[in-house]
């Protein structure tokens, strides 16, 4: 497996890209600290002191398992989620409830158009969802605990950075201006990732504009390679995420919600592929559409 080492005067951070399962990070210093533990681990992984997760999306922590008695650390939102049977599964529903809670809400659908939309948006989301869910082995944890938001941790500050998901956490190492931003951040430059219906383009914004803050020197995303930009990536983020929430603001038409939700797809980042547009109308039309027609 390819991987990026990172020395600093904290210590050594090693960086495992994936574009399709998560990146996994290990930060060897104080304690050995295994990030986001993905599916393919190297079957030489050493056995961690703590494992932390960025969210708790399903590909960020098909490994826990792997690890048992290991204590886990994650956002207070994503607690329970990691303590029920199958995370991975409880996951899946979480983004269903969202969708499902956005289309409750369209005041002008009724009837059978509001239950084909409901049984639709289920489908795209386990789409999107299945090749991350019903992995053998992936049970909840025992050992769970919650991270604060300005906490640090052996020399790591956490912060909270809603946006994708509500439990999203980012882990600033400042000895080496290393930023490990899970999945609100992609590699490439276009805006925040906020492909499922529980992502939040508000929160998401002001996230970003925190990361800047810390203007960090190289950013590990939770997909993709490492961002040695990172200053002038943020820029570009925060700027191509406020042009598509302005797009969508222009041509919000409350009276003709089907055409409107046809010109959201059109303001997304190109780059976006169907699934993820498709997936994503939850987070813009919840803000959009509700009691607004």
């Given at each position: 497996?390819?991987?990026?080492?990172?020395?600093t005067?904290?210590?050594?951070?090693?960086?495992?890209?994936?574009?399709?399962?998560?990146?996994?990070?290990?930060?060897?210093?104080?304690?050995?600290?295994?990030?986001?533990?993905?599916?393919?681990?190297?079957?030489?992984?050493?056995?961690?002191?703590e494992?932390?997760?960025?969210?708790?999306?399903?590909?960020?922590?098909?490994?826990?398992?792997?690890?048992?008695?290991?204590?886990?650390?994650?956002?207070?939102?994503?607690?329970?989620?990691?303590l029920?049977?199958?995370?991975?599964?409880?996951?899946?529903?979480?983004?269903?409830?969202?969708?499902?809670?956005?289309?409750?809400?369209?005041?002008?659908?009724?009837?059978?158009?509001?239950?084909?939309?409901?049984?639709?948006?289920?489908?795209?989301?386990?789409?999107?969802?299945?090749?991350?869910?019903?992995?053998?082995?992936?049970?909840?944890?025992?050992?769970?605990?919650?991270?604060?938001?300005?906490?640090?941790?052996?020399?790591?500050?956490?912060f909270?950075?809603?946006?994708?998901?509500?439990?999203?956490?980012c882990?600033?190492?400042?000895?080496?201006?290393?930023?490990?931003?899970?999945?609100?951040?992609?590699?490439?430059?276009?805006?925040?990732?906020?492909?499922?219906?529980?992502?939040?383009?508000?929160?998401?914004?002001?996230?970003?504009?925190?990361?800047?803050?810390?203007?960090?020197?190289?950013?590990?995303?939770?997909?993709?390679?490492?961002?040695?930009?990172?200053?002038?990536?943020?820029?570009?983020?925060?700027?191509?995420?406020?042009?598509?929430?302005?797009?969508?603001?222009?041509?919000?038409?409350?009276?003709?919600?089907?055409?409107t939700?046809?010109?959201?797809?059109?303001?997304?980042?190109?780059?976006?592929?169907?699934?993820?547009?498709?997936?994503?109308?939850?987070?813009?039309?919840?803000?959009?559409?509700?009691d607004?027609?």
């Amino acid at each position: 497996m390819k991987r990026y080492c990172f020395k600093t005067a904290f210590g050594e951070v090693i960086y495992y890209p994936s574009r399709v399962w998560s990146s996994t990070i290990a930060i060897k210093g104080e304690k050995y600290i295994l990030i986001d533990p993905q599916y393919y681990l190297l079957k030489d992984t050493a056995r961690p002191d703590e494992i932390w997760l960025t969210h708790t999306h399903p590909d960020h922590l098909l490994s826990i398992n792997k690890f048992e008695g290991v204590p886990v650390y994650a956002h207070p939102e994503g607690l329970e989620i990691l303590l029920s049977p199958f995370p991975d599964r409880a996951s899946t529903k979480r983004e269903i409830a969202s969708a499902i809670n956005v289309v409750e809400n369209f005041k002008s659908l009724k009837g059978f158009r509001k239950t084909v939309l409901k049984r639709i948006v289920k489908l795209v989301i386990r789409m999107h969802l299945l090749p991350f869910t019903n992995i053998k082995g992936v049970r909840g944890v025992k050992q769970v605990y919650k991270m604060d938001d300005g906490e640090e941790r052996y020399g790591i500050r956490v912060f909270y950075i809603p946006g994708h998901t509500p439990d999203s956490l980012c882990f600033y190492v400042k000895e080496g201006g290393i930023c490990i931003t899970g999945d609100l951040i992609m590699g490439g430059s276009g805006p925040a990732n906020l492909y499922t219906p529980v992502s939040d383009p508000y929160k998401a914004l002001q996230s970003l504009y925190l990361l800047q803050s810390l203007k960090p020197k190289i950013i590990l995303p939770g997909h993709g390679y490492p961002i040695y930009e990172a200053k002038e990536r943020l820029k570009i983020g925060i700027e191509r995420t406020k042009r598509e929430m302005e797009c969508i603001v222009k041509n919000f038409d409350p009276a003709h919600p089907f055409f409107t939700i046809c010109r959201i797809q059109r303001c997304l980042y190109p780059g976006r592929k169907m699934i993820s547009r498709l997936s994503a109308l939850g987070y813009y039309t919840r803000y959009m559409l509700f009691d607004k027609a």
